[in-house]
């Protein structure tokens, strides 16, 4: 049994994938905190919309999707996130997500299920600080009917 | 021996892996990479299977005799035990 080292770099490097479980709610519905397990591969050359890189945040690692691919850079954003990220530099990057098990369930980037669900999630982007809102709203109602 | 909930196996791109998931996760983090004879451990940990067992079934796979097997599975279940991947 051998222990891999901290960093996804080096286990990149020396395996040649990655494996492990995600934090945060930034992937949702996709990935629910450590309760998916994420595939993640070396990259080889560019990538493409809709890829899901792994990459530093400063001393943090972010799993987020790219929505659009820029001359030197890409805009990467989460899935259940409102904000997006410019300027993602290729060299930030240190691996990219190939498989995963959601729910037990095991999946690739290449499933016909995942590319669609990719596609629309991105489209619909504009609908999730909608979302945010009606649960929002739909807390305060709960919480009022509970009171009285 | 029971290993404690959450510590998954999986085979990925023909390597064997455990990942820490859930409760788990907040506890052990990144990726243990087994070999084959830690695969098959493992396994007959996961099976429910005792030390003599598990043993029988490295023999069966490997070129070792079985008193090299059990001595192997000892030391590997103690050091499983030591990292705390057993239900105490």
């Known amino acids: ?148 | 021996m029971k290993i404690k909930d959450g510590l998954i196996m999986r085979t990925v791109m023909g390597k064997s892996v455990v990942v820490a998931t859930g409760e788990a996760a907040k506890t052990f983090s990144g990726m243990i990479s087994l070999n084959g004879t830690a695969t098959v451990i493992w396994k007959g940990v996961e099976d429910g299977l005792s030390d003599v067992e598990i043993a029988a079934k490295l023999t069966e796979e490997y070129d070792v005799t079985a008193e090299k097997a059990l001595a192997d599975v000892q030391k590997l279940l103690n050091d499983m035990r030591q990292r705390g991947f057993f239900e105490e």
């Open chain 1, 1 to 148: 049994m051998n222990d891999a080292p901290n960093t996804i770099e080096h286990i990149l490097e020396t395996d040649g994938v990655f494996v492990g479980t995600t934090t945060g709610i930034s992937m949702r519905p996709l990935f629910a905190e450590r309760r998916d397990i994420i595939v993640i591969v070396p990259v080889t050359g560019r990538l493409k919309k809709y890829d899901v890189p792994m990459y530093r945040r400063g001393n943090d690692y972010v799993l987020h999707r790219i929505i659009r691919v820029r001359e030197d850079s890409y805009d990467i954003r989460g899935d259940n996130c409102v904000l997006t990220e410019y300027g993602i530099k290729d060299d930030q990057i240190v691996g990219v997500l190939k498989e995963f098990y959601r729910k037990g369930k095991h999946g690739t980037v290449n499933d016909l299920s995942y590319r669609l669900y990719a596609v629309l999630r991105v489209a619909t982007h504009f609908a999730v600080p909608l979302r945010f809102r009606v649960r929002t709203v739909l807390a305060r109602v709960y919480h009022k009917l509970k009171k009285g």
